[in-house]
C-alpha cells in the first residue's frame, strides 16, 4: 500500500515536472557526470547549451535529429562507433573528453550525440557514457568511440600482475628449484659431472625464473580467446588447464650438458620431476630489466611460452624420435610432439592472438617471430630423398586450425639435412 502510494506520488511529480518544461538534463545522459564536470567542459559540449538555446527562440534548432549509428535513443552500440549526429541547423561528432587529468579525479567521457524523443519529435541532446561501466575494465575511449583496448606483448612485460592472480597461479602451479650440478674438464679433453659441488640457484635467480614463468602463463591469460580454446593437443582442455594438469610440478634446474654457465637453465629430467628447461639467461635478463628498448621484448614471452608448452607436452608421455643422425627429432608432425606443437603453436597463435598483440612481437625481428620452419626439420617423416615435407604432413593441420599454412611447399618447407 504504502508502495502504491509512492509510486502515485513520482507519477505525479514527473507530469507535473512535464507539464511545465522538459527537463533540461535526464540521469540517463549524465550518467556520474555531475553538475560540476558539467560546468567545466566547453560550452559546446554542455547539455544546458542545447536547452538554453532552445530557450531563446531558436527552438526549432536542435530538432529533427538523425543519429546514424543508434537505432534507440540510449543505444549501447551507437558507443562502439564514432558518428555525426545531425539535427536542424547543425550536426555534432561523437567525443572523447577528459576531466581533471593528471589528478586523482580524473575521468573519461564518451560524449555522444543522441537523439532523445519529445513531442515535437526527435531533438539532439548529448550522453555522457562510461566505456568501463558499459563494456566492462578493457573499454577506454579512444578516438571518440569506447574500444576495446588490446594488450600489446610488451606492455604486459611492464604490467603488474594482480594479486589474486598471483594466489591464484601459485595454487595452480608448484615450482620447484634443484640444483645443478657442474663439470670437471680435465686437460685431455675428458670432463666428469661434478655431483660433489651441486650449486644451488641464488634467491635472485629463483625469482627470476618464477616471474618468468608467470609472466608467460599471464601473458596467455589476458588473451582470453586464445588461452580458454582448446589446443589440438590439449584433449579437449582449455590450454590454460592442459598446462596446469600437465605440468605438475615444476622444477627449474640447470644443463649439466652446458659448459656455458651464461645457459644456466637448461635441463629437463630430473627424478620424478617436471622440468622446464632452455630457458637461457639471456631471455630473462631481457624480462628481468624489462628493457622496453629491447626488440626481443615481446619475442622473450613468446619463446618462453614455446619452451614451456613443449616441456610440458613432454609429460604428456609424447618423447622425441631418433632419425637422420639426431635423437632430439620427432616421428611426425601428426604425434604433436615437443617440436610439433612448437610448430602448431605459433600457427594458432599468428591467427587467434587479437592482430595488435601479433603486431607487437613482429616488432624489431619479424623474421624470428611465429617463425615454425625450423622445427619441421625436427620431423623424421621428412621424405629423406626429396628432403621435403610431405603433404600429408601438414594439410591436417590446415584442416584443424581452419587457417591456411602461409608457405610454398615448394620452396620454404625444402630443408636440407647436412647428415
Ligand atoms: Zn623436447
Redesign the pocket.
Known amino acids: 500500500m504504502k508502495r502504491g502510494i509512492i509510486v502515485v506520488f513520482v507519477l505525479a511529480l514527473f507530469l507535473l515536472v512535464g507539464c511545465v518544461q522538459e527537463p533540461l538534463i535526464d540521469s540517463q545522459s549524465i550518467e556520474d557526470v555531475t553538475e560540476e564536470d558539467l560546468e567545466q567542459l566547453p560550452s559546446d559540449l554542455q547539455p544546458q547549451e542545447v536547452e538554453k538555446t532552445a530557450l531563446t527562440g531558436q527552438a526549432n534548432k536542435w530538432y529533427d535529429c538523425q543519429d546514424p549509428d543508434s537505432i534507440s535513443t540510449f543505444d549501447k552500440n551507437s558507443l562502439l562507433t564514432k558518428s555525426i549526429t545531425t539535427y536542424n541547423g547543425g550536426s555534432k561528432t561523437d567525443r572523447c573528453y577528459t576531466w581533471y587529468k593528471g589528478t586523482l579525479k580524473e575521468k573519461t567521457r564518451l560524449i555522444e550525440g543522441i537523439c532523445r524523443q519529445t513531442n515535437a519529435g526527435p531533438k539532439f541532446n548529448y550522453w555522457y557514457a562510461d566505456c568501463n561501466q558499459k563494456f566492462g575494465e578493457d573499454y577506454k575511449c579512444v578516438e571518440d568511440a569506447c574500444v576495446k583496448e588490446i594488450p600489446t606483448f610488451d606492455f604486459i612485460l611492464v604490467e603488474e600482475i594482480p594479486q589474486e592472480w598471483i594466489v591464484k597461479f601459485n595454487d595452480d602451479f608448484k615450482i620447484k628449484f634443484s640444483a645443478y650440478v657442474p663439470i670437471i674438464e680435465y686437460p685431455d679433453g675428458t670432463w666428469e659431472w661434478d655431483e660433489d659441488n651441486k650449486v644451488s640457484f641464488n634467491t635472485e635467480e629463483k625469482n627470476l625464473l618464477k616471474e618468468a614463468f608467470m609472466k608467460a602463463v599471464y601473458s596467455m591469460s589476458r588473451v582470453d580467446s586464445y588461452f580458454t580454446k582448446p589446443l589440438p593437443w590439449t584433449n579437449g582442455q582449455s590450454y590454460y588447464d592442459w598446462l596446469k594438469d600437465s605440468a605438475g610440478t615444476i622444477t627449474f634446474s640447470a644443463d649439466i650438458n652446458s659448459l656455458d654457465n651464461s645457459n644456466l637453465i637448461n635441463k629437463v629430467s630430473f627424478n620424478g620431476y617436471n622440468i622446464i628447461s632452455n630457458i637461457n639467461q639471456g631471455m630473462l635478463n631481457t624480462w628481468k630489466n624489462q628493457d622496453l628498448n629491447s626488440p626481443d621484448l615481446g619475442q622473450g614471452i613468446i619463446n618462453l611460452i614455446q619452451i614451456i608448452t ?1 616441456e610440458v607436452r ?1 609429460n604428456n608421455g609424447v618423447s ?1 624420435a631418433s632419425c637422420k643422425g639426431g635423437n632430439n627429432m620427432d616421428d611426425n608432425l601428426e604425434i604433436m610432439g ?1 617440436h610439433g606443437v612448437n610448430v602448431m603453436l605459433p600457427h594458432w597463435m599468428k591467427y587467434l592472438l587479437p592482430e595488435e598483440m601479433v603486431q607487437s612481437a613482429y616488432d624489431g625481428n619479424i623474421d624470428l617471430m611465429f617463425q615454425y620452419f625450423n622445427f619441421l626439420d625436427r620431423m623424421c617423416s621428412l621424405d629423406p630423398v626429396a628432403k621435403t615435407i610431405k603433404q600429408e604432413d601438414l594439410s591436417w593441420v590446415e584442416e584443424v586450425s581452419g587457417f591456411p599454412l602461409d608457405f610454398d611447399p615448394d620452396i620454404l618447407w625444402t630443408i636440407e639435412f647436412t647428415n
Do not use: I, K
Open positions: 613443449h613432454h622425441h615437443g
